[in-house]
């Protein structure tokens, strides 16, 4: 997803053909969604945990330069 400042960051991703997005089974590190970083690299990290088909998937984003 596109922020008003131009950065990107992921909103959705999809688990065993099955989307994932925030706030459903997917939580951001600090509770909140990243806004991204202008004219950095922006890494995000996953933690993904299956409970006998049901995924929740934990989020972190990292801002590098």
């Known amino acids: 997803k596109q922020t ?37 690299r922006d890494v995000v990290a996953y933690n993904i945990m299956n409970n006998n088909g049901t995924y929740t998937t934990y989020a972190q984003l990292v801002s590098w330069g």
């Open 4 to 40: 008003a400042t131009g950065s990107f960051y992921p909103s959705a991703l999809q688990i065993g053909g099955a989307t994932q997005t925030y706030n459903t089974n997917w939580f951001w590190q600090g509770g909140s969604t990243p806004s991204g970083t202008p004219n950095k």
